[in-house]
Each structure stands twice: as C-alpha cells, then as structure tokens.
C-alpha cells in the first residue's frame, strides 16, 4: 500500500514532518523519537492492512503501534535510540523493497525488514549521535518523496533522485552542524530530569 493512499487527502502534512526529522531530527530528538514511531506504527499498519485486505485494519493498527512505540521511546533515553535505528532501518528495508522491485513472500518481506531493523537498531545504540541524524534525515526524506515524487513528470528519469539525494545530503549537513553547537541528546534529557 502506498503511503499517499493512508493519508488520503492529507498527505500533505507528510512534508513538514519531513522537513522537521530531516533538519531538527537531532536537536529535538525526543520529538523525532515519537514521529517516527508513529510514522512507523502507520508504515507497518498499511503494510499489514494491505497484505490481508483490511482497509481498516492498517489505520487502527498503525497509530496503536506508533503511539506506543512513541511513548515508550519518549521515556526510555537508550531505549529510543534503539527504536529509532530500528525505525530507520525498517523504512530503509521498506524503500528499498518498494523501489527495487523486489519480488519477496510477505513473509520474506517482513523478515527481511526486522533484520535491518534490529541490525539498524544495535548500530545506532553504539553509534547514536552520528546515526540518529542519518536515520531522521532517511524518515524526512521518505515522507517528503512519497508525497512530491507523483509532481515530477513520467520521464524525468534519473535527475528527480538526484534533487532527493542533494535533499538528503543538506539535511544531514544541517543535523551535522546542530550536533557542533548543542549538547547530547542523553545528557540534554539528564540534565531537564535533575531541574
């Protein structure tokens, strides 16, 4: 299922989302923790809905799971580093089935979309900081395509991509130099728990 048919006639406001993860993902990381989970939560729903027909079922199952991966997140500090490399390691897994075609069971499918999601999970556990700005800027830029890539003509080729990526560079650059002129996110996260 597409993402533009979740969101139906709102699938605007995936663009701001976007825009949000990808440029302030790490600076107000406990924000991006609960967006992405919800978005994942509403990735996995349609997928789940679509895979057995239940229109309905991917809506209710996608923002139970997004709300509750987002919360529990929210007050677990390493805990949400985890979830996000995960969520960014499943939307990866997602994008990269959705775009090159692969011809996978579902349950193939799934499978390979929670290895890259544990494995994506563990990395960003050891490396965090650098890892929670390239996931963000992954989500952002997934929202923004999904909903901009149906404006660009049919035979735009390859120079449609090379505007997502040059997008996807300037988000991590941006992330980047935010990382230089504020603190951890873990210890930013102590330090309001001791106020």
């Known amino acids: 299922m597409d993402m533009i048919q979740v969101f139906s006639g709102y699938s605007w406001i995936l663009v701001p989302i976007g825009l949000f993860l990808g440029l302030l ?17 509403l990735v996995l729903g349609a997928w789940i809905g679509s895979k057995t027909g239940n229109s309905q079922l991917y809506l209710i199952l996608g923002l139970v799971i997004g709300s509750i991966a987002g919360l529990v997140s929210y007050f677990l500090i390493k805990f949400s580093f985890f979830v996000l490399g995960m969520i960014g390691g499943f939307v990866l897994a997602f994008f990269a089935i959705e775009q090159g075609g692969l011809e996978l069971e579902p349950i193939g499918e799934l499978i390979l979309m929670l290895t890259v999601a544990l494995f994506s999970g563990v990395l960003t556990v050891l490396l965090y900081k650098s890892l929670i700005i390239f996931f963000t800027s992954i989500v952002g830029i997934f929202l923004i395509y999904h909903v901009t890539i149906g404006y660009f003509p049919s035979n735009s080729g390859s120079w449609s991509w090379i505007l997502y990526a040059i997008l996807l560079l300037v988000f991590i650059i941006v992330q980047m130099s935010s990382r230089k002129h504020h603190s951890s996110p873990v210890e930013r996260s102590r330090h309001r728990r001791k106020r």
Do not use: D, K, Q, T
Request: without cysteine.
């Open 25 to 41: 993902g790490y600076r107000a990381y406990s924000v991006s923790i609960f967006l992405a989970g919800a978005f994942a939560g």
